[in-house]
Every structure is written in C-alpha cells, then in structure tokens.
C-alpha cells in the first residue's frame, strides 16, 4: 500500500507540476484560471493526505497518530478530492466551455468567486482540522466547498443552460443537465450521510459524486470536444479550399444519445440500488456501467473512422 500511495503520490506531483506552471502564467484575474488553481492545489493536497494514510495502514511509526482520527482523516480526504479538486475542476471548465460552446449567459461573477472563496475556506479549513486534531469540526470545515460544489454552482449552471441562446437539442447538454441534476442530489446525498446511522446513504453520496455527477459532465464533454479537436485540427485549414466534412458528421447525434441514455439509465438503477440494496439491481448496475463505458470507446472509435474516411482525397497537411 506504501509503495502505490508512493507512487500515486508522484504522479500527481508531475501533472500537477506541469499544469501548475502553465496555471501560473495564465491572468490569475480569470476566475477560470484562479478555479483550476484552486483545484490543482486542492489535488496535492488530497494526494497528500491519501499518502499519509496509506502510510498509517502500512504501520509506518510516523503516520500513527492519524489513526487516533481516521475518519476527520478519510473525510478530509474525499472531502478535499470531491468537493475542491473535481468539484472545483468542474465549475471553473464550465464557466469558459458554456458560454463558449452552448452559448449560455456567463454565471455572475459575484457566483464564480464566491465559489472561489468557499473553495479556499474549505481548503483551509480542513488542512486546519487536521493539523489540530479537532475532527470533530471537519464538517463545518468542508461546508463551504459542499454547499458551493453540490448547490450554488450546479444551480446556478442549471439556470445558465435554460437560458442558452442556441436551443437546437444536443446530447452533451443532456450530459450536462444530468450532471447538475446529480450534483444536487450528491448534496442532499451528503447530509443524510452526515446525519443518519445508515450505510446506504454514504454509498449513495459516493455513486452519485462520481458517476451521476463528475461522469456525467466528463463523458458529456467528450462527445463534444473529441469531435471538435480533431475536426478543428484536421479539417478546419481546409475550409474553402477542399469538401470536409461537418464537425457534428464525425459523431452523429443518435450516437452521443444512446450513449447518454445508457450513463442515465446506469446512474438511476445504480442509485435505487445503493438504497434498497437489492443485489440483483446492483448487478445490472454493474452491466450497464460496463456498457456505458463501452459505448464512449466506441464513440472514439467511430470519430477516428469517420476522420481516416473523411480524409481520403484531401490534401496532406
């Protein structure tokens, strides 16, 4: 366990690294770039912080006293992972991918930053708990970024994308409205999780944060942006000059939808599952995640042949 928290750990010091120098010479001013800060610093910190309690696990002398605290430690940890990494990754994309794409009003910035500003009290907060021992307080620590990850930004995302200018359905709007949905839900999730002595309702929370929420905006955002990279990078200088096809022929629409009805169906059988845990629901969660996961293979393998046929008398660039 030492060595792949180890190692883990190392991964993400060189991504973080990388993007960290890029991050700090981009105009902090953006609360795009300053979200994506927030959010890389807050996946150091969570690596940290899974490394030392791998750590504890393997028996090493010095990792001991968090076992006195494990579960601030553990809170701390997916707290700092869901809410400020994801969470924050999440809000500071969407704030320049849906307007750009979508053509949604831009949130309020007085939103953005008072997203940003929840995000560091959070961050702050929970280091602060951890270093006193006081694990007592580590969910008044984590209540800023909750409130501003599973409710203020998803809502207000929601009212974003009811207000798009361009209305023409599209599936990675659906993704995304699932998402946000979802997000709302993990929320709600995470204080009966808080409150109530059941099993059921943590498990829910940690269903509903990873595939219903963050998966649902990651696999949205691939059917559109896989098609729009390679669209942009090997068709768009041939404009004018040569017949290309369309951005939207390279990843058909029906698609992307059925793709979009398996993650929902998956999401909900998966989510009556974890409450009434019926094994039998459990397992057919189990086959439709696998086949959503095939179905965004797929989606990658049409988009590249679609390109190589696409490409077949057009000049080489």
């Known amino acids: 366990m030492m060595v792949g928290g180890a190692v883990l750990l190392v991964a993400i010091l060189t991504v973080a690294g990388q993007v960290g120098v890029a991050l700090m010479m981009a105009d902090g001013r953006n609360p795009t770039v300053a979200g994506m800060r927030l959010a890389v610093a807050a996946l150091v910190v969570a690596g940290a912080i899974g490394v030392t309690c791998a750590a504890a696990r393997s028996g090493l002398p010095w990792a001991q006293p968090v076992l006195a605290d494990w579960l601030a430690w553990r809170m701390g940890h997916f707290g700092i992972g869901l809410a400020l990494w994801v969470g924050g990754l999440i809000a500071a994309v969407s704030w320049q991918v849906l307007p750009m794409f979508y053509l949604t009003p831009a949130a309020p910035k007085a939103v ?9 009290l ?3 907060g929970i280091v602060a708990v951890l270093g006193t021992r006081a694990g007592d307080l580590m969910w008044l620590a984590m209540a800023p970024a909750a409130v501003a990850a599973w409710g203020v930004h998803p809502a207000v995302t929601l009212w974003a994308l009811s207000k798009r200018r361009r209305k023409r359905a599209d599936p990675s709007v659906s993704f995304w409205r699932m998402g946000m949905v979802c997000g709302l839900f993990t929320g709600v999730a995470a204080v009966l999780a808080a409150v109530l002595d059941a099993p059921s309702w943590s498990v829910l929370f940690a269903w509903l944060s990873i595939w219903g929420w963050a998966g649902a905006v990651v696999h949205g955002m691939l059917t559109r942006i896989v098609p729009f ?89």
Do not use: N
């Not at 953005?112 to 560091?120: D, E, M």
């Not at 404009?239 to 029906?254: K, N, Q, T, Y």
């Not at 992307?256 to 993650?263: G, M, Q, V």
């Not at 409450?275 to 990658?300: E, I, N, Y």
């Open 112 to 120: 953005q930053w008072g997203v940003l500003v929840a995000g560091v």
């Open 122 to 124: 959070s961050l702050l």
């Open 229 to 317: 990279l390679v669209w942009f990078h090997r068709f768009s200088s041939l404009v004018g000059h040569a017949d290309v096809p369309s951005m939207r022929a390279l990843l058909p629409r029906e698609v992307a939808d059925r793709a979009y009805k398996l993650h929902l169906a998956t999401t909900l059988v998966g989510a009556v599952a974890c409450l009434t845990q019926w094994d039998l629901l459990a397992r057919a969660a189990g086959l439709l995640l696998l086949a959503t996961g095939l179905a965004m293979v797929m989606q990658a393998v049409l988009v590249a042949r679609t390109t190589r046929a696409a490409e077949r008398g057009l000049p080489v660039i």
